[in-house]
T-cell receptor, first 112, second 115 residues
Framework: LAKTTQPISMDSYEGQEVNITCSHN???????ITWYQQFPSQGPRFIIQ???TKVTNEVASLFIPADRKSSTLSLPRVSLSDTAVYYC?????????????FGTGTRLQVTL | GAVVSQHPSWVICKSGTSVKIECRSL??????MFWYRQFPKQSLMLMAT?????????EQGVEKDKFLINHASLTLSTLTVTSAHPEDSSFYIC???????????FGQGTRLTVV
């Protein structure tokens, strides 16, 4: 299982773009990269998923370099409601035996 | 996105009793479900992986006789905390992955307090 490393915490002001980078040096060929957001006392919420290059949806972008040893979640113009913990997970989506293991996550604090 | 419903959202029980938590995938079939526990300010810790129709695979250090997992159908998995003690108080979260692989979706979590 590919281990992930993220910054423990980040601070941002409302309206700024936030980039959270995750390192996964031993990512396997079949592994996808998935990001989740978690608010206190709630289950994680899916944000975005990708395999390579760039993926964009209505809430975020995910940048993955060619070597796939890292990935960056980009949140455009954050608001106070984006204050949460963000987790990067790496795993083989097709393998039913593939476990979903969480790292420490990044605690993002957005202020005015 | 797909919906995973977890019930109850919170429960308080007396020490020594058992508590059952249900996890349902409402609009998709889930061959694989995961159970986690989370302590305050910490990350989610995987307890076990359950596959429909077979025995769950428990992570090291998780007592299978204490945390009973049943995954009898493609839309329902249950976690029973047997003979609960105050140290079992935690936030329990389930996750369901669509049959054939793909994204995993999480329930809203269950706050268990053992008194």
């Amino acid at each position: 299982l590919a281990k992930t490393t993220q910054p423990i915490s980040m601070d941002s002001y409302e309206g700024q773009e936030v980039n959270i980078t995750c390192s996964h040096n031993n990512i396997a060929t079949n592994d996808y990269i998935t990001w989740y957001q978690q608010f206190p006392s709630q289950g994680p919420r899916f944000i975005i998923q990708g395999y390579k290059t760039k993926v964009t949806n209505e809430v975020a972008s995910l940048f993955i370099p060619a070597d796939r040893k890292s990935s960056t979640l980009s949140l455009p113009r954050v608001s106070l409601s984006d204050t949460a913990v963000y987790y990067c997970l790496v795993g083989d989506l097709a393998g039913t035996a593939s476990k979903l293991t969480f790292g420490t996550g990044t605690r993002l604090q957005v202020t005015l | 996105g797909a919906v995973v419903s977890q019930h109850p959202s919170w429960v308080i029980c007396k020490s020594g009793t058992s508590v059952k938590i249900e996890c349902r995938s409402l609009d998709f079939q889930a061959t694989t479900m995961f159970w986690y526990r989370q302590f305050p300010k910490q990350s989610l810790m995987l307890m076990a992986t359950s596959n429909e129709g077979s025995k769950a695979t428990y992570e090291q250090g998780v007592e299978k006789d204490k945390f009973l997992i049943n995954h009898a159908s493609l839309t329902l998995s249950t976690l029973t905390v047997t003979s609960a003690h105050p140290e079992d108080s935690s936030f329990y979260i389930c996750s369901a992955r669509q049959t054939g692989g793909g994204k995993a979706f999480f329930g809203q979590g269950t706050r268990l307090t053992v008194v």
